[in-house]
């Protein structure tokens, strides 16, 4: 398998500086750091309310912060227009709401739209995407039809797509000029086997050079498929590093205040974390 390329700080990444963000005077995001890097799976982790969703959308372009930088590819995130943004990075939300008339094949064409594909282009697309998160026989059918997490799947192909589309696409496609992508929980309703699917997808398109920023609540999941883990309690930033650096401090325990026992994953020995009942 590919090693996950690193890339030194002077090369293109995003990067968030000193980040601020207030509403009804309470602090949502306070001076947060950090970079999200191409050929990276970056998994934000934090309790409820920690301020994940809200730095999602400042990182992606949808919300902006009240201080504080953010740089994608070495320029400023706000000088990009909403057409070169959109090819540049695709973001699934937490919450979607779809026409209901909608097929399954019209809600991924709907991540076409940045793009100009000729119909056998886009079809081929589509169904290749859809075979890559399990979905391919669903085409045909209405959206609101499908069960929970085969929509979430859906979704996370319409983002797919997006960046996909891309006409320059080839097998290095990321690894020039690099793409990310934003996903906000996009596990949370799937099944054990769809989880372990996405997650090695989400490996497989970081390996090609992609950036992925993640939101997961499952710290375990976060310490096996994450390149770099960045936890936040009250908009602050509490640490930022990787799975092993985060198994030699307690920050887990004491951000979730949860009564936990820390484990070593049998086969790769990164942390792992269980309820002591
Ligand atoms: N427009 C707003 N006005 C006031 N408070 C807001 C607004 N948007 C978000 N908040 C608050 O900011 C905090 C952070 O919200 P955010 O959705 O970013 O949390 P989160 O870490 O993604 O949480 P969860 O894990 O529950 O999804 C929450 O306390 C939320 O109630």
Redesign the pocket.
Known sequence: MATVKKYSSNQLMLTVNKLSLG??G?P?LDQVSLSIQPGQLTIIL??????????LKCCSGALHADNGHIHLDNKPLADWSLADLAKKRAVLT?QIHMPFTLTVKEVVSLGLAPWSLSDQQANALIHETLMDVGMADTEPRRYANLSGGEQQRIQLARVLVQLYADPNSNQDKYTKEPKYLFLDEPISALDLHQQQKVLRLLKTLTQKGLGIFC?L?DINLAALYGDNLVL?EKGRVTFNGTPSQLSKGNQIETTYQADLIRLSHPDTQLPQWQFKQ
């Open positions: 509403r009804s309470k949502l934090g309790p409820n309310g920690a301020g994940k969703s809200t730095l937490q939101i609540h936040l």
